[in-house]
């Protein structure tokens, strides 16, 4: 990466920051051969105000599963296993299913062994933050695996093996058990001895108080009534499998250099280069893109980028390669977003291969172009006020005048400023905004009467036209986020 694919990659990161509360971002980029970009940015700890870095430990969340993946890809090579083989071979569990049609490893691998989310992780993480008040009983491994059959014997499955994608953190936990079944190691230990440590990620663990002794971790902050709250780590070893490692995003750059070598990293083979073909085929397919084991493929600036992301509410990372490209990408949050962290991700892939993410990531491109819309407009003198906000994932209208108002939600149309929104009839009502040359203010500031003495918007004049108002744009929500 050069200079200035560096220096747009930190901006990114900063508004990113900034827009959506996040204390801290840790950045690290990697090629084959080593590290190409790492960084920090922000405070791992906002009492303490000290800085992060790409050394600083996160909760990583999901992205674990790409780990417990490798172990089962590694007890394969050892012939200690089968991917198709019935999870019964190596657990006494009943899934549900048949004896002609078993729930396999391949299927837990694959989040396609027909049982949904059970929310077993939710509810960890949730009283760990002492955020939730369930009595599901889930405080031992006879209670975990007692809530999961029950779910399979009281017809709980939502297809037959193999039939459809239903991610289920339940599955990975299972596997976790898979590994300890075969090796007659706890899996924490297992992933320690044969993953963690030839890799040289001395500092990554499932440890929370390895975690608070480390000098570089990070202070995981909770979105709570729009102001970001210290929390506890939440660890749950229940879930370890599933979720539950901590870790650098420089350790997981090594990781994925791991990936892109085929599974040898400076010279020692930590897993067969057929295994790591099997880890990443496309085996299902998802809304977001394939997954397969432990990694989902998704097509990024015109690219194949494979990897995962992983959230445990007050804090969340990406980590992803593309093989054709030869680059890896690996972001950590002291906080999770609304959104999964790959969508940072894909930015600073676009940066790294020297593209603009506004121009090459719809993701960005979106966000950035709903700033430019959202706020609020005003009619000739005032006569008619209306509001643009954000949606969720998409932007609603509500009209305001001195007889009453109305809110509709705004649906996109191929051109990216027009839209319709239905009317009591059902029938759709264009709604188009003219987005004019980049001035600093609005059109509507001066004595038009639109809008005089209220505060003015940043960047290009935006006009609003829906049905018989023609309004302009007089504050902008975005400012102060970027």
Not at 144 to 157: C, D, I, W
Request: charged residues 25%; negative net charge.
């Amino acid at each position: 990466m050069n200079e200035d694919a560096r220096a747009l990659a930190a901006d990114v990161c900063r508004r990113t920051m900034r827009r959506d509360r996040l204390p801290a971002v840790s950045v690290c980029v990697v090629d084959r051969d080593g590290v190409v970009y790492a960084d920090g940015f922000g405070s791992r700890d906002l009492a303490g105000n000290r800085p992060a870095t790409p050394d600083t430990l996160y909760g990583v969340g999901s992205v674990t599963k790409s780990v417990t993946a490798l172990a089962l890809a590694q007890l394969r090579d050892a012939g200690m296993l089968d991917f198709d083989d019935p999870v019964s071979t190596h657990l006494d569990v009943d899934l549900g299913g048949d004896d002609d049609d078993p729930v396999r490893l391949h299927h837990l691998l694959s989040h396609s062994s027909g049982l949904p989310s059970l929310g077993t992780s939710e509810a960890l993480i949730g009283r760990r933050l002492r955020r939730a008040t369930d009595t599901i009983a889930l405080a031992s491994r006879d209670d975990f695996r007692a809530h999961v059959e029950g779910a399979a014997a009281r017809g709980e499955r939502v297809g037959a093996p193999g039939e459809r994608f239903a991610y289920s953190n339940e599955g990975y936990v299972l596997l976790g058990d898979v590994v300890e079944a075969c090796t007659g190691r706890s899996y924490d230990r297992y992933v320690e001895e044969h993953v963690l440590d030839p890799l040289d990620l001395d500092r990554a663990t499932f440890e929370d108080a390895a975690f608070a002794m480390d000098d570089d971790h990070a202070t995981m902050y909770l979105h709570e009534e729009g102001d970001v709250v210290a929390a506890s780590v939440p660890t749950r070893e229940l879930s370890r499998p599933a979720g539950g490692l901590l870790a650098s995003v420089a350790e997981l750059g090594r990781f994925l250099r791991l990936f892109l070598n085929e599974g040898t990293l400076d010279g020692r083979e930590v897993v067969a280069p057929d295994s790591v073909a099997a880890l990443t085929a496309p085996r299902v397919d998802t809304p977001s893109g394939p997954y397969g084991y432990g990694w989902r493929t998704r097509e990024s600036c015109g690219r194949e980028l494979v990897g995962h992301s992983g959230s445990i509410a007050v804090s969340s990372a990406y980590a992803g390669f593309c093989p054709d490209e030869g680059v890896g990408v690996a972001v950590a949050a002291n906080s999770a977003p609304d959104y999964p962290l790959v969508r940072l991700g894909e930015a600073v892939f676009a940066c790294a291969l020297g593209e603009d993410p506004a121009e090459v990531v719809p993701f960005v491109e979106r966000r950035r172009r709903f700033d430019r819309l959202t706020g609020e407009y005003a009619a000739y003198r005032g006569a008619k006020r209306a509001y643009v906000a954000r949606d969720g994932d998409a932007l609603r209208l509500q009209l305001v005048g001195p007889l009453g108002g109305e809110s509709f939600p705004l649906v996109a149309s191929d051109d990216p400023y027009t839209f319709h929104t239905p009317n009591e009839a059902g029938e759709p009502v264009p709604v188009e905004f003219r987005v004019g040359e980049d001035t600093g203010t609005t059109a509507g500031d001066g004595d038009d009467g639109s809008g005089a003495g209220r505060p003015r918007t940043r960047g290009p004049a935006v006009d609003l036209l829906y049905d018989r108002w023609h309004l302009h744009k007089v504050a902008d929500e975005a400012v102060g986020r970027e």
